[in-house]
């Protein structure tokens, strides 16, 4: 994996922005006391208590190479503290048959004191452009709110189902795989979770591959992890010893009445048809589970047909995983298309980063090219780059955006056909 490093350049633009009202900005990872202070700001921006030295020491161990920048208020009372965050790394994301590296955005936050007077604005649109810059051709995001993004040229891609499973209710009618669960210590867990994560997110739209010390929160594998005790590790190995699957979770307790008992389904990781059903119907058997509650499903699950009361599955869908493409050419050419056709695509972008007018052509092998259209083409459809972005995975077909008002085009089903998918997008955690 490559990274944008921190050492960088920022976008001229953007330091001027910020310098003009007054502030400063830096990379906050060149010192203990600066990474200190901007994971403690970024801990209140996201509602959380003040982090522990042992949190604080974690953090610095993990991301001394990431790209963390501050904005600073030297007119504060403690101006060492931003009052903009921001953090990003270069993430591999899956696209249908291929995938892209992606500037992944994470830690953004501005002070309440500083708030709605464009620090955001400033901040995300001059690192965007820096990533473009730097090659990145798509950037993305896990989002707090939903109505933040859409103005940088983002949307959702992929979805993401929550459920609350009535263990009772549900009833196994799927298959009973051969081979073995398991538990595992959290360590050994931790040990095989990244190898089993990357074969899943080969053939998984929308999954983008773990930042290393990221496994260390999920495993509570490391000092700083508050309940680590209370994380659960089962995994399942095929007759042949291959480890294919790994369930995290933990229990919360009904004190007035064990055998309703809640399982909180924390990680799901099943790399072949055999682990999938394995691992399910083992945690729909546990003794004293009343209620398993799991979230970032795909909101395709093949869970939904293998159990016999689909009622007993409430599930509800949220937007989880946004996408900004950076490089229309770069990003539609990185991945496969099922069918041959050629499309000229008229793209807006309401940050002048990566919009114009393309011509996409798809060949049997599933390969696109995409070049420049002349000034005189008529548009096959007309959209934004959000649209676009939306549409980059399958998730979302283009009849609906049509129907939602969101792009033109005389053909919408033609252009739906071209950016269909076989696999249901999903990311399977939040970053
Ligand atoms: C990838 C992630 O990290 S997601 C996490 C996002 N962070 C949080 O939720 C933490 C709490 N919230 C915050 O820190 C801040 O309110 C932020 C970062 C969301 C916004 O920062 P601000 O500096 O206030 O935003 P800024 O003033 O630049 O606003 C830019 C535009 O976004 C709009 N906007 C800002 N925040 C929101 C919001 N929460 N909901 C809807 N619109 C918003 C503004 O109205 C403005 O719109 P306009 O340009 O059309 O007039």
Same mark, same amino acid.
């Given at each position: 994996?490559?990274?944008?490093?921190?050492?960088?350049?920022?976008?001229?633009?953007?330091?001027?922005?910020?310098?003009?009202?007054?502030?400063?900005?830096?990379?906050?990872?060149?010192?203990?006391?600066?990474?200190?202070?901007?994971?403690?700001?970024?801990?209140?921006?996201?509602?959380?208590?003040?982090?522990?030295?042992?949190?604080?020491?974690?953090?610095?161990?993990?991301?001394?190479?990431?790209?963390?920048?501050?904005?600073?208020?030297?007119?504060?009372?403690?101006?060492?503290?931003?009052?903009?965050?921001?953090?990003?790394?270069?993430?591999?994301?899956?696209?249908?048959?291929?995938?892209?590296?992606?500037?992944?955005?994470?830690?953004?936050?501005?002070?309440?004191?500083?708030?709605?007077?464009?620090?955001?604005?400033?901040?995300?649109?001059?690192?965007?452009?820096?990533?473009?810059?730097?090659?990145?051709?798509?950037?993305?995001?896990?989002?707090?709110?939903?109505?933040?993004?859409?103005? =940088? @040229?983002?949307? %959702? $891609?992929?979805?993401? /189902?929550? +459920?609350?499973?009535? #263990?009772?209710?549900?009833?196994?009618? !799927?298959?009973?795989?051969?081979?073995?669960?398991?538990?595992?210590?959290?360590?050994?867990?931790?040990?095989?979770?990244?190898?089993?994560?990357?074969?899943?997110?080969?053939?998984?739209?929308?999954?983008?591959?773990?930042?290393?010390?990221?496994?260390?929160?999920? =495993? @509570?594998?490391? %000092? $700083?992890?508050?309940? /680590?005790? +209370?994380?659960?590790? #089962?995994?399942?190995?095929?007759?042949? !010893?291959?480890?294919?699957?790994?369930?995290?979770?933990?229990?919360?307790?009904?004190?007035?009445?064990?055998?309703?008992?809640?399982?909180?389904?924390?990680?799901?990781?099943?790399?072949?048809?055999?682990?999938?059903?394995?691992?399910?119907?083992?945690?729909?058997?546990?003794?004293?589970?009343?209620?398993?509650?799991?979230?970032?499903?795909?909101?395709?699950?093949?869970?939904?047909?293998?159990?016999?009361?689909?009622?007993?599955?409430?599930?509800?869908?949220?937007?989880?995983?946004?996408?900004?493409?950076?490089?229309?050419?770069?990003?539609?050419?990185?991945?496969?298309?099922?069918?041959?056709?050629?499309?000229?695509?008229?793209?807006?972008?309401?940050?002048?980063?990566?919009?114009?007018?393309?011509?996409?052509?798809?060949?049997?092998?599933?390969?696109?090219?995409?070049?420049?259209?002349?000034?005189?083409?008529?548009?096959?459809?007309?959209?934004?780059?959000?649209?676009?972005?939306?549409?980059?995975?399958?998730?979302?077909?283009?009849?609906?955006?049509?129907?939602?008002?969101?792009?033109?085009?005389?053909?919408?089903?033609?252009?739906?056909?071209?950016?269909?998918?076989?696999?249901?997008?999903?990311?399977?955690?939040?970053?």
């Amino acid at each position: 994996m490559s990274q944008l490093r921190h050492d960088a350049e920022f976008d001229p633009t953007m330091v001027t922005e910020i310098t003009d009202r007054g502030y400063t900005v830096q990379r906050a990872n060149v010192s203990r006391e600066l990474m200190d202070a901007w994971r403690s700001v970024v801990s209140r921006g996201f509602l959380d208590s003040e982090p522990t030295d042992e949190q604080l020491a974690a953090f610095f161990d993990r991301n001394k190479d990431y790209r963390l920048i501050g904005i600073y208020d030297p007119q504060a009372a403690v101006p060492e503290m931003p009052v903009a965050t921001l953090g990003a790394w270069g993430a591999r994301l899956t696209v249908p048959g291929g995938e892209l590296e992606s500037f992944a955005v994470s830690a953004v936050t501005v002070a309440p004191t500083h708030r709605r007077r464009g620090l955001l604005r400033s901040l995300l649109g001059g690192e965007l452009r820096a990533a473009a810059h730097a090659g990145f051709p798509i950037a993305s995001l896990t989002v707090s709110e939903s109505s933040i993004y859409g103005r =940088f @040229g983002f949307a %959702p $891609a992929a979805l993401a /189902a929550d +459920a609350e499973i009535s #263990v009772r209710q549900a009833g196994w009618i !799927g298959p009973e795989p051969d081979g073995r669960i398991d538990f595992l210590t959290r360590e050994q867990g931790r040990a095989v979770a990244d190898e089993l994560h990357e074969r899943v997110r080969a053939g998984r739209p929308g999954e983008v591959d773990h930042r290393a010390g990221a496994w260390d929160y999920t =495993f @509570g594998t490391m %000092p $700083a992890v508050e309940k /680590a005790g +209370a994380i659960r590790v #089962v995994q399942y190995r095929s007759p042949a !010893g291959q480890v294919d699957g790994l369930a995290v979770y933990t229990v919360t307790e009904n004190e007035t009445n064990f055998p309703d008992s809640t399982l909180n389904l924390q990680r799901f990781i099943a790399a072949t048809d055999d682990a999938y059903p394995a691992l399910w119907r083992f945690l729909l058997s546990l003794d004293l589970i009343g209620t398993i509650r799991a979230s970032e499903l795909s909101i395709d699950e093949p869970l939904w047909w293998m159990i016999a009361d689909r009622r007993a599955a409430r599930v509800s869908v949220l937007d989880h995983h946004y996408l900004r493409v950076l490089d229309v050419a770069a990003a539609l050419e990185a991945r496969r298309y099922d069918r041959t056709d050629e499309l000229v695509l008229d793209v807006s972008d309401p940050l002048g980063i990566a919009g114009g007018r393309f011509h996409l052509t798809t060949a049997e092998s599933g390969a696109a090219t995409v070049r420049p259209a002349e000034s005189s083409a008529t548009p096959d459809v007309e959209l934004g780059i959000a649209e676009l972005s939306a549409m980059l995975l399958g998730g979302v077909s283009a009849v609906t955006l049509a129907r939602a008002g969101r792009l033109r085009s005389p053909d919408p089903e033609r252009v739906a056909r071209l950016f269909a998918g076989t696999v249901t997008p999903q990311l399977s955690f939040w970053y």
